[in-house]
């Protein structure tokens, strides 16, 4: 994750704490006013009646509470709404940053990739110029056995000719299989029998450019 990103994110999840908070405040004060509400309700239809022992006084605190707790919860709401504004507004501020820095990391990743698609043109030009190789080798064994056989039969003697060596099997096991490159893609590593070729400490490994 790129830096702007995962400030992106860092301030967008502090801001999501902060409203949670907000509102959870705001759920409570909003409780909490609503049960003074009822409580000054309940107070105020007693108030007067025959009877009752509901008092001015106690009229008085029930509707000052009430009155005190929804300007609280007013205040919470104010506030709650103030951090929903502000967050809307910095992560708008943030976009442009935001689209300049992706913009930055994908064009030099796409680069790097270009790079590396050079490098296995590059890599496939060597393969096949070492098939080429491995051919023209190919052909001189042969020309040996068909040589030595032509002089063996000016003597009319009996020549064993060495086990044949075809390169195709062997040229056939150099092909990529789409399975393979799914291994690569999905568990980032390469097949087994191949495994020999990158490790550090085998004989047989590929060459780490400095």
Avoid: C
């Amino acid at each position: 994750m790129y830096p702007e990103l995962k400030q992106f994110n860092q301030i967008s999840k502090d801001y999501e704490e902060r409203i949670k908070e907000a509102n959870d405040r705001w759920k409570i004060l909003h409780k909490q006013k609503e049960m003074a509400s009822s409580e000054y309700e309940s107070l105020l239809g007693q108030y007067g009646r025959r009877n009752s022992r509901v008092s001015m006084e106690a009229l008085h605190e029930s509707k000052d509470e009430y009155l005190r707790l929804l300007a609280k919860e007013r205040d919470a709401m104010e506030h709650l709404d103030e951090l929903k504004e502000t967050r809307r507004d910095r992560m708008k501020d943030f976009v442009n940053t935001l689209h300049q820095a992706r913009d930055r990391e994908v064009d030099a990743a796409t680069r790097t990739m270009k790079k590396k698609i050079e490098e296995m043109h590059r890599l496939k030009a060597e393969y096949l110029m070492i098939v080429q190789q491995i051919h023209q080798i190919h052909q001189y064994v042969n020309e040996i056995e068909e040589s030595t056989l032509k002089a063996f039969q000016t003597m009319d003697s009996r020549y064993q000719q060495k086990t044949d060596y075809s390169i195709y099997p062997a040229l056939a096991k150099m092909e990529i299989s789409h399975r393979e490159i799914q291994q690569v893609f999905t568990a980032g590593k390469l097949p087994s029998e191949l495994t020999k070729y990158t490790d550090p400490y085998s004989s047989f490994h590929l060459p780490r450019k400095k």
